[in-house]
């Protein structure tokens, strides 16, 4: 099976930074479509960003554009998510997911295959 592995969540002040990694080791991620996702607690899960396997995209959520950027690393088969200017609103379970077609969606239905996730939290 296809297994991701999130790192990089942590607690931060409002303003700051975070980048967050997508790896995998017994596949190549570049042949995959990479979304990330967050989840609230007692929320849906929603999409924030994603890539295409070709490196098409990236298409962001309105709520984090300009402020988050998502990118692959082919080298060290990776995904990341740089995360900018946190507010609280942001605070959630971050995951990446991964699926096989060519396009770039938001949607969490859309992708089998799944991280455990890492916590980020935005707080005073």
């Known amino acids: 099976q296809v297994q991701l592995v999130e790192s990089g969540g942590g607690v931060v002040q409002p303003g700051g930074s975070l980048r967050l990694s997508c790896a995998a080791s017994?596949?190549?991620?570049?042949?995959?479509?990479i979304g990330w996702f967050r989840q609230a607690p007692g929320k849906d899960r929603e999409g924030v960003a994603c890539?295409?396997?070709?490196?098409?995209?990236?298409y962001y959520a309105d709520s984090v554009k300009g402020r988050f950027t998502i990118s692959r690393d082919h080298a060290e088969n990776a995904v990341y998510l740089q995360i900018d200017s946190l507010i609280p609103e942001d605070t959630g379970v971050y995951y990446c997911?991964?699926?096989?077609?060519?396009?770039?969606?938001?949607?969490?239905?859309?992708?089998?295959?799944w991280g455990q996730g890492t916590q980020v939290t935005v707080s005073a």
């Open positions: 017994r596949f190549t991620l570049d042949h995959y479509n």
């Open positions: 997911a991964a699926q096989e077609v060519l396009l770039c969606v938001l949607a969490p239905w859309r992708y089998p295959y």
């Open positions: 890539i295409s396997s070709k490196d098409g995209g990236p």
